[in-house]
């Protein structure tokens, strides 16, 4: 069973940086898609970035975009969303998730396989 945690939320100030970080366990995730979306209060959840296990490849939504960078550590099966100059619509519960069809596209416009619980993130103006 794949499990995933995530951790590094918090209260920050805009323009502060933030660096989010998924554990994950329970099964070789060579094959697959790895990714971050986000709900804010009175929204529905959104895609925000995801990466290839294996092939590093990277996709990011539109306001993501030179703001925040996903990478993942194979050897401690971690994944992080470093996100830079934040922004307080930047505020949101932030959930990481697994795909196992390791398609970064795919997992941004269907519902992946697995999710953490969620970190909430907090920018205040």
């Known amino acids: 069973q794949v499990h995933l945690v995530e951790s590094g939320g918090g209260l920050v100030q805009a323009g502060d940086s933030l660096r989010l970080s998924c554990a994950a366990s329970?099964?070789?995730?060579?094959?697959?898609?790895m990714g971050w979306f986000r709900q804010a209060p009175g929204k529905e959840r959104e895609f925000v970035s995801a990466?290839?296990?294996?092939?590093?490849?990277?996709s990011y939504a539109h306001f993501a975009r030179g703001r925040f960078a996903i990478s993942r550590d194979s050897a401690k099966n971690t994944v992080y969303l470093q996100m830079n100059s934040l922004k307080p619509e930047d505020t949101a519960v932030y959930y990481c998730?697994?795909?196992?069809?390791?398609?970064?596209?795919?997992?941004?416009?269907?519902?992946?396989?697995?999710w953490g619980q969620g970190t909430q993130v907090t920018v205040s103006s």
């Open positions: 998730a697994a795909d196992p069809r390791g398609n970064i596209y795919l997992l941004a416009i269907s519902e992946p396989d697995y």
């Open positions: 329970g099964r070789t995730f060579d094959t697959y898609a």
């Open positions: 990466i290839g296990w294996t092939s590093g490849a990277t």
